[in-house]
Each structure stands twice: as structure tokens, then as C-alpha cells.
């Protein structure tokens, strides 16, 4: 698989993550993803926090500083009108990979 399908993967899983909380910190984001996927996939903060700020360069997430439910500062997520469009498009890119894999897995 290209890095850039590599790369993507983990702009979708952190794109969907936002579309179905809301806001959520770097934290969050990874205990979401951990959580909702049976344990079976993590995400490292050396890996999350250069996408998150990659995307929020291409203007698909916004951020803004506030207090965590422990009195934290951390920085929050969201995702934006651009960034629903490229999820919309990482889920179409996604399943035309997916099926492209199980049609090589299925290859006799």
C-alpha cells in the first residue's frame, strides 16, 4: 500500500471521528478511534498530532485552546464545511481500495 493510502487511512479514521463526536482533543480523537474499532486499531500521538496539524493547514479541521473535563488546556478539534467534503470523498477513495484488496484476496 502507498504511504499516501497509508496517510489517508488515518485522515479518514480521524475525519469520521469528528463527524460522529463533535469536538475532541488529540487525546479523544485517539481513545475514540481505539474504543470504536474493538481495540483494534491505535493511533500514535507521533502520528496524530502531524496529520492534525496537516489537515488543519488544508483547512478540513479548525482548532481552538480550551479546559478538558479535568481543567486542562488542550487543544480542540473540529471538523469543518471543506473537511466534511473530504470525508465524503476518504470514504469513496476507501471503498474502491477495499474492494480492490478483497478482489486480490479472492484471486485463485
Keep these: ?15 469520521k471521528t469528528l463527524s460522529q463526536m463533535g469536538e475532541l482533543h488529540g487525546y479523544g480523537i ?20 502531524p496529520a492534525l ?7 478540513w479541521i479548525a482548532s ?3 479546559l478538558t473535563e479535568t481543567g486542562r488546556r488542550a487543544k480542540y478539534y473540529k471538523l469543518t464545511a471543506a473537511g466534511r467534503k473530504q470525508l465524503k470523498s ?7 481500495l477495499v474492494r480492490g484488496v478483497r478482489a486480490i484476496l479472492r484471486y485463485a
Excluded: C, N, P
Design 30 to 49: 485517539v481513545v475514540h478511534i481505539q474504543r470504536a474499532s474493538d481495540e483494534l486499531l491505535t493511533v500514535e500521538e507521533g502520528s496524530l498530532y
Design 1 to 15: 500500500m502507498a504511504k499516501s493510502d497509508l496517510q489517508g487511512s488515518l485522515d479518514l479514521l480521524v475525519l
Design 90 to 96: 476518504a470514504e469513496e477513495s476507501f471503498e474502491v
Design 64 to 66: 481552538e485552546w480550551a
Design 53 to 59: 496539524h496537516r489537515m488543519e493547514q488544508s483547512g
